[in-house]
């Protein structure tokens, strides 16, 4: 861990203006001090500011300082800054109650000046520990659920978001659609103009969907060129509609290739989620078969998955 190139910041809530100087005089070379004279105006201040730690005083009038904290607890924007109770009030039943109510530590004055500098700096470190965890966990999550080539997301997210999908069309029995797209010939694509052209086709067919579809609409690289698109409650008629705008428009795109212009074409299989739909596997199995006769067809176009009569069109 490497020191910060940023200072972090305290805030200080006290309604006595002589602490807060002593309290800033002695920490002013370990953080950026801001303060509060009353618990109110503390609780807006550490919502906006979001400070790295409060030094919060118990005795004030209006809210006092387990009022504060509570406060402070119920917001999930605060409810992580490390709260320490800097306090006149020596009793342990005191100090008990602070601690219980989430203060990390607990101060009572009058202070030695090293032993609230150590506090301090102690509790500073954590901090910062713990928000380069969360950072860290949240780029892997990110990870986790994404394509790297394309950022879209990827198989295991998509299957996740599938399964939900499932379970809310059984509850509710409104339409839900899956569609399958995958690239033409993109093996081809691959040998004729290199790798980098088959990843620049693969990263516009991306590009393309995801602005066409709607905000609930879940898209992800299911696989090499092989494409899906959650569409939840959506009748087959429209999802169709948009299966076939969405194929069209990839038709039209060109790449730049050398000093060529390069086209490709997708197909695709819709299906509709059922009832009795046991698994995600049935679903993206029948939106396959569709996906397969539309290649089968000629490629560049759609086929709806319909038990009774499966039907071509674009
Ligand atoms: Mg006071």
């Known amino acids: 861990m490497t020191e910060p190139d940023t200072m972090q910041t305290i805030l200080i809530i006290d309604d006595a203006k002589e602490n807060i100087v002593v309290l800033s005089r002695l920490l002013k070379s370990q953080a950026n001090i801001i303060f509060a004279l009353s618990g109110e105006e503390g609780l807006k201040i550490a919502g906006t500011n979001l400070p790295d730690l409060i030094l919060l005083d118990i005795s004030m009038p209006g809210l006092n300082g387990f009022e504060v ?57 954590l901090q ?55 690239i033409d010939r993109f093996k081809s694509i691959n040998d004729n103009y290199g790798h980098d052209i088959g990843d620049k086709v693969i990263i516009e067919m991306v590009k393309v969907s995801t602005t066409m579809l709607r905000k609930n609409d879940t898209f992800s690289r299911f ?27 990839i038709a039209r795109t060109t790449i730049e290739s050398g000093n060529k212009a390069l086209s ?38 759609v086929v709806i998955a319909d038990d009774t009569a499966p039907l071509v069109s674009n």
């Open 69 to 125: 904290l509570e406060h402070l607890k119920q917001s999930q924007t605060t409810a992580d800054i490390p709260v320490i109770f800097i306090t006149g009030i020596p009793d342990a039943e005191t100090e008990e109650k602070g601690l219980n109510l989430g203060a990390v530590d607990y101060i009572t004055k009058p202070f030695a000046s090293a032993v609230v500098k150590a506090r301090v700096r102690h509790q500073l470190k």
């Open 223 to 249: 696989g090499g060129e092989e494409f899906t698109i959650l569409l939840p409650e959506t009748p087959l008629a429209e999802a169709s509609q948009i299966a076939n705008r969405l194929c069209m428009q």
């Open 264 to 301: 490709f074409t997708v197909s695709c299989g819709v299906t509709q989620l059922r009832d009795d739909d046991q698994s995600p596997d049935s679903i993206i199995k029948r939106a396959d078969i569709a996906l397969y006769q539309a290649k089968q067809s000629g490629r560049n176009q």
């Open 128 to 182: 910062r520990l713990t928000t380069a965890l969360k950072e860290a966990n949240t780029r892997l999550t990110q990870l986790a659920m994404s394509d790297p080539l394309t950022g879209a997301y990827n198989r295991r997210y998509f299957l996740d978001a599938l399964k939900k999908e499932l379970e809310r069309v059984q509850r509710y029995r409104h339409p839900s659609i899956l569609m399958v797209f995958d």
